[in-house]
């Protein structure tokens, strides 16, 4: 089955440093998106790259990111919108039609791997949906709009929700356009799967596949760099622990 790459960069990047984009900002001396799109560029899996960016960077993306690093998969990019969901959309809306299966992925997540890829997949095409997630560490309460506690969720059934996100086309397809319909937005996509009664999969990742929100998220990318830490060393590990 086919499997294309939808890479969305579309953010402001409000919560990050004044100036660059987060998502071009450097590190190690590279792009973040960079970083990213290597790992999909040489996913044998991965057919070919749709990357959804903003309308104003189209132009500087085509220049400073897929003619300087030499990009050779990435078929089309793709205007953006308001929101995240809308920018997702327009990338799945432009998938050739033979495509079966796309693995949406968040640009500012650098530290995805080929392995976390494949098997998003491979999974995708057996159950239909799948997400990248990692079970939660700390305690999480529900509080009031006053600040008080209203309570405790046991963390034991909580995964805290990465990307890749990979499904097959069609389901995903249908689940954008009944959002819409809907006027739902939902936090990720695979939230409006959900939606359709659909059983969305859960598969374990790595707590290294961080996404770069703010400055501190970029002083932790620089430290697993310099470490040269395997990502997906963790599900590894928790799979020697069973």
Same mark, same amino acid.
């Given at each position: 089955?086919?499997?294309?790459?939808?890479? =969305?960069?579309?953010?402001?990047?409000?919560?990050?440093?004044?100036?660059?984009?987060?998502? #071009?900002?450097?590190?190690?001396?590279? /792009?973040?998106?960079?970083? !990213? @799109?290597? $790992?999909?560029?040489?996913?044998?899996?991965?057919?070919?790259?749709?990357?959804? =960016?903003?309308? +104003?960077?189209?132009?500087?993306?085509?220049?400073?990111?897929?003619?300087?690093?030499?990009?050779?998969?990435?078929?089309?990019?793709?205007? *953006? *919108?308001?929101?995240?969901? +809308?920018?997702?959309?327009?990338?799945?809306?432009?998938?050739?039609?033979?495509?079966?299966?796309?693995?949406?992925?968040?640009?500012?997540? /650098? #530290?995805?791997?080929?392995?976390?890829? %494949?098997?998003?997949?491979?999974?995708?095409?057996? #159950?239909?949906?799948?997400?990248?997630?990692? /079970?939660?560490?700390? !305690?999480?309460?529900?509080?009031?709009?006053? *600040?008080?506690?209203?309570?405790?969720?046991?963390? $034991?059934?909580?995964?805290? !929700?990465?990307?890749?996100?990979?499904?097959?086309?069609?389901?995903?397809?249908?689940?954008?356009?009944?959002?819409?319909?809907? *006027?739902?937005?939902?936090?990720?996509?695979?939230?409006?799967? %959900?939606? @359709?009664?659909?059983?969305?999969?859960?598969?374990?990742?790595?707590?290294?596949?961080?996404?770069?929100? !703010?400055? +501190?998220?970029?002083?932790?990318?620089? @430290?697993?760099?310099?470490?040269?830490?395997? /990502? #997906?060393?963790?599900?590894?590990?928790?799979?020697?622990?069973?």
């Amino acid at each position: 089955m086919k499997a294309d790459a939808v890479i =969305v960069s579309a953010g402001k990047g409000h919560r990050f440093m004044e100036g660059m984009k987060k998502q #071009f900002h450097l590190l190690a001396e590279k /792009p973040i998106l960079a970083h !990213t @799109l290597d $790992k999909f560029e040489i996913c044998p899996l991965i057919h070919s790259i749709l990357l959804v =960016v903003s309308q +104003e960077d189209m132009n500087f993306c085509l220049k400073e990111i897929i003619e300087k690093y030499n990009y050779r998969k990435i078929s089309r990019v793709v205007p *953006g *919108g308001k929101r995240r969901q +809308e920018s997702v959309k327009n990338g799945i809306d432009a998938l050739p039609k033979d495509v079966d299966i796309v693995v949406i992925h968040d640009g500012v997540r /650098p #530290f995805v791997t080929r392995e976390m890829i %494949e098997e998003s997949i491979h999974s995708a095409i057996r #159950f239909g949906a799948v997400v990248i997630a990692m /079970p939660v560490k700390e !305690t999480i309460k529900v509080a009031r709009p006053d *600040g008080t506690v209203l309570k405790t969720l046991d963390r $034991k059934s909580l995964w805290q !929700t990465q990307t890749p996100q990979t499904f097959q086309v069609n389901l995903v397809k249908e689940a954008h356009y009944k959002a819409i319909k809907d *006027g739902f937005v939902g936090t990720d996509d695979a939230s409006l799967v %959900e939606r @359709l009664g659909m059983n969305v999969h859960i598969l374990p990742g790595s707590y290294t596949n961080i996404k770069i929100t !703010t400055p +501190e998220d970029l002083m932790l990318a620089n @430290l697993f760099l310099q470490m040269k830490m395997e /990502p #997906f060393q963790d599900q590894a590990d928790r799979r020697g622990d069973r």
